[in-house]
């Protein structure tokens, strides 16, 4: 499996992005496509997930609200709609695809990521 993110830039603060992550290859064991970002001397941290059934999973608190995950099943691309940016968002935003929901438990798959840089 092969996963393309696109859709990062530089925004101003109270912007918006949509991020795009084209699958391909095997998706059959693929049951959960997510998204997470890694800050500058930070950890990554998961931000949302969705699953193969379209249930969605958000995680701070901080981006509930801002953040919306979505996907086109037909193309095999998930999308992660950003809303009201600010400075503290400016990270590489990577995408996930695996079979289990945690990182690191069965056959798993990391996107290049896609940087986003907010400016206030």
């Known amino acids: 499996v092969q996963l393309q993110a696109s859709g990062g830039g530089s925004v101003q603060a109270g912007g918006s992005l949509t991020l795009s992550c084209a699958a391909s290859?095997?998706?059959?064991?693929?049951?959960?496509m997510g998204w997470y970002r890694q800050a500058p001397g930070k950890q990554r941290e998961f931000i949302a997930l969705?699953?193969?059934?379209?249930?969605?999973?958000y995680g701070a608190d901080d981006v509930k609200g801002r953040f919306t995950i979505s996907r086109n099943s037909a193309e095999n691309t998930t999308y992660l709609q950003i809303e009201d940016l600010k400075p503290e968002d400016t990270a590489v935003y990577y995408c996930?695809?695996?079979?289990?929901?945690?990182?690191?438990?069965?056959?798993?798959?990391w996107g290049e990521g896609t940087l986003v840089t907010v400016s206030s």
């Open positions: 996930h695809a695996g079979m289990s929901a945690t990182p690191g438990i069965g056959p798993e798959y």
């Open positions: 290859g095997n998706m059959i064991h693929i049951n959960f």
């Open positions: 969705i699953s193969r059934g379209g249930v969605t999973y």
